[in-house]
């Protein structure tokens, strides 16, 4: 852990001298104590308004996090470019840093209000280490967040669609957990920061509406110019206008695929969830595709997936556990995300079959 | 990784230090970190872990710990180690987190001397790792065939060197011993019991199992190829000096899985697997069958394997099995053996379903199952059984002569006998 993020514009010049570890001042190295150290946000540090130099961002597709809301950002170092990649591979220099804040509404009657920040998670990219997890847990008064390698277990309190006090639980992995879903052939990736995920029309990141990725480019993110966005590939918004399949289709890549492709945590299971081929094999979505013997949780059904009929199919039946040991995704996700279950059948249902028969 | 958390839990450390952790002077010997059983055993213990420098050993007390949620363990080459699976029980009966109580993703990690309980999940998964030791340690479920055990005890999946050795599972789901997908296997000396299945090997290669008990399990060993696996056709298990008996307890696997098919009474069942090696093992009070060796095509008649694995060898063939005393087992055979033979009482101690791969010259015997100096606990040739589950029409031929299958093959060699 030796790469200190060298951030662009002044917020951090202030880190950038001495290193002795015993002033006050200096954080010391990457992982620093406390998220307010790294310098990425001014005025109150919950308000999470950038400093210059860090770039808001949204991905079309976001994963499901038991309704935490999500602000993403990308802080490249001074100088710093991007290489741009059309589709999953673009390359970051050292000391880049991607932001990802989850927060959740005060008042669910109110989407967009009030909110309590929770957790910050960093993926640092170093020297010689490729991107390195960390994670921050924020305190009560929003004041500011800590470095939090083991995971911990929140409980978050809010005003329900009915208007009555409720209460849940959030899980915060602990940093090997980040990697189920990060890495993949042993080493750690990112996600969202994609061409797919990012190529798309719509609000932005930073408040303002048009395309992501040219949004991106404007912001000085990428070496080059880009290929035109509309040549490029894109994913659908799950619950917007397009097509059924394409829909589901990018809500699995998003919520599935990082474990559920070659190389992934679950490679072993034979599933490949990913939304590159527009005319993938069926059985790689689990269509007819009995479930692996290392899977206990079946519900007794046959297939994962089992065309025209949901309640028959596996993959519905594990989404839609609470079971830890049945439901999907594994990890920390808890509560089933009824929307996405919504799609998922509605696309199942939709499947030319009917059913897997045999003879 | 520095080991320097405690820099930034202020409070974590006193909490720690009071259980002397992280304290050279009060460092148990051989112990590079510790932590003893507090009120936050789910922090403790996962900070201890992720401090865990490569190649070091993280002990941990004497006593109960409780957790909520999974541990994981990412280091290389280091060793877990409690006071003894009697003193050191990590007890998982809350946790509501995770698949697995522990999950392992380094290589080289050894965990021993404790006691892992009541996961709702699995209880020890190491996934594709290098070399991974499980010695003198226990998992077990303190609720008796009960769907909401955890399936697998020890779960090693995908790992090239696994050894098990001083193991016992008790109360698995699935298999209380299981090792899928994975190469180089040693299981040794360990003990299952009460579970659906006892020893499993799954999609496997070379694994030697010996010296193990299995009993009052539904199954006792289970050597196995499933379709549809990364990891297929796996090969080459030799199983000698287990004492396999009185696996008779009625089938309680969830249903939708393999092992929930595997009938009661179950000695040693080689299912789609080639090239094992069973010997020298002593097979006795099973009420089904002592050891049986069957295609897939039990499980799946239509044979859609077929199309839906494509690559998949659903047949049992060129294995060896020789020199086992069986004794006193298929007296009271489960349903599907019952319907399978329904002639004969007791089912004759050894048999082979009688299906052959279709794509299989069989001229030169290359795949013909041999079966040489079984004996029943009287010395006397065992009893065999040719299923004929795949005759025209099936069992029309099942017969009782073992003539055509008496025959050796080159024995496996146990790279550490």
Not at chain 1, 35 to 63: C, I, K, M, N, T
Not at chain 1, 206 to 224: I, K
């Amino acid at each position: 852990m030796t790469a200190r993020a060298q951030v662009a514009g002044g917020v951090f010049a202030a880190l950038l001298t001495g290193c002795s570890g015993s002033s006050p001042a200096d954080p010391g190295e990457i992982p620093y104590d406390r998220l307010s150290d790294y310098g990425f946000f001014v005025g109150p540090l919950s308000d999470l308004e950038p400093a210059q130099g860090v770039v808001p961002y949204r991905v079309v597709s976001p994963l499901w996090a038991d309704f935490a809301g999500k602000a993403r950002f990308l802080v490249l170092p001074e100088g710093g470019r991007a290489t741009f990649d059309a589709a999953e591979t673009w390359s970051f220099p050292s000391g880049t840093i991607v932001v990802k804040n989850f927060f959740f509404d005060v008042d669910r009657r109110d989407e967009g209000g009030k909110a309590r920040i929770v957790e910050t998670r960093l993926l640092v990219r170093e020297a010689g280490e490729g991107w390195v997890p960390y994670t921050y847990v924020w305190d009560e008064d929003q004041t500011e967040a800590y470095f939090h390698a083991a995971g911990d277990r929140l409980t978050i309190a809010y005003i329900d669609a009915q208007g009555n006090d409720a209460e849940q639980e959030y899980i915060v992995p602990n940093t090997d957990e980040c990697d189920s879903c990060h890495a993949r052939d042993d080493r750690t990736r990112l996600l969202g920061l994609a061409t797919p995920q990012v190529n798309f029309e719509g609000l932005l990141g930073d408040g303002t509406t048009g395309n992501q990725l040219e949004r991106l480019a404007d912001a000085g993110v990428f070496d080059g110019p880009l290929p035109p966005v509309q040549d490029l590939p894109r994913f659908s918004d799950p619950f917007g206008p397009d097509p059924l399949e394409a829909r589901a289709r990018s809500y699995l890549h998003a919520n599935c695929s990082h474990c559920h492709r070659p190389g992934g945590d679950a490679a072993q299971a034979g599933l490949d969830f990913t939304a590159f081929d527009p005319d993938p094999l069926p059985a790689k979505l689990g269509v007819c595709k009995e479930p692996a013997a290392a899977g206990p949780g079946t519900g007794g059904r046959e297939y994962d997936v089992v065309p025209g009929a949901p309640d028959e199919s596996i993959l519905v039946y594990r989404m839609e556990s609470t079971d830890p040991e049945i439901r999907m995704p594994e990890l920390p996700i808890r509560i089933p995300h009824a929307e996405g279950v919504a799609l998922v059948r509605a696309w199942i249902a939709g499947l030319d079959g009917p059913g897997c028969g045999g003879p | 990784m520095q080991p320097r958390f405690f820099a930034f839990f202020p409070l974590l450390a006193g909490l720690a230090a009071a259980a002397g952790c992280g304290d050279d002077a009060t460092l148990p010997a051989g112990c590079d970190q510790f932590v003893a059983p507090s009120d936050d055993d789910d922090t403790a213990v996962q900070e201890m872990f992720l401090a865990l420098e490569d190649g070091q050993t993280g002990c941990l007390g004497a006593g109960t710990f409780r957790f909520t949620r999974e541990l994981t363990l990412s280091a290389d080459g280091v060793t877990i180690r409690g006071t003894s699976q009697d003193d050191t029980v990590l007890d998982f009966s809350a946790q509501d987190v995770g698949g697995s109580g522990i999950k392992i993703s380094g290589d080289g990690v050894t965990i021993r001397d404790l006691t892992v309980q009541d996961t709702p999940g699995d209880g020890i998964t190491a996934g594709s790792v290098q070399d991974i030791t499980y010695e003198a340690l226990t998992v077990r479920w303190t609720a008796m065939y009960d769907t909401d055990n955890g399936a697998y005890g020890v779960y090693p999946v995908k790992a090239e060197g696994v050894v098990i050795r001083g193991v016992t599972v008790v109360g698995a789901r699935d298999a209380g011993i299981y090792v899928g997908q994975s190469r180089n296997i040693l299981v040794e000396d360990s003990v299952a019991h009460d579970n659906v299945a006892g020893i499993e090997i799954e999609n496997s290669f070379d694994a030697v199992v010996r010296n193990n008990e299995a009993f009052d399990n539904t199954g006792g060993l289970l050597i196995f190829n499933l379709p549809t696996l990364e990891t297929k056709n796996g090969e080459r298990t030799l199983a000698y000096g287990n004492d396999i008996h009185d696996n008779n307890v009625d089938n309680w696997g969830e249903p939708g899985t393999a092992v929930a098919e595997v009938p009661r009474g179950t000695g040693i069942l080689v299912l789609s697997a080639d090239a094992n090696e069973l010997r020298d093992n002593r097979i006795y009070d099973n009420d089904s069958f002592g050891i049986i060796l069957s295609s897939y095509i039990i499980l799946d008649p239509a044979k859609n394997f077929e199309t839906a694995d494509p690559q998949f060898d659903a047949y049992a063939e060129a294995n060896y099995v020789h020199d086992n005393v069986l004794d006193g087992n298929g007296a009271n055979p489960d349903d599907l053996p019952d319907q399978l033979v329904p002639n004969l009482r007791p089912i004759p101690a050894l048999g082979w379903d009688g299906c052959e791969h279709p794509d299989h010259d069989n001229t030169t015997g290359m795949y013909t199952n041999c079966f040489e100096n079984n004996t029943d606990g009287t010395g006397a040739p065992a009893s065999f059984l040719f299923v004929d589950v795949c005759g025209t029409p099936p069992f029309a031929n099942q017969n009782t002569d073992f003539g055509p299958y008496e025959c050796s093959r080159p024995p496996i060699e146990d790279p550490n006998p």
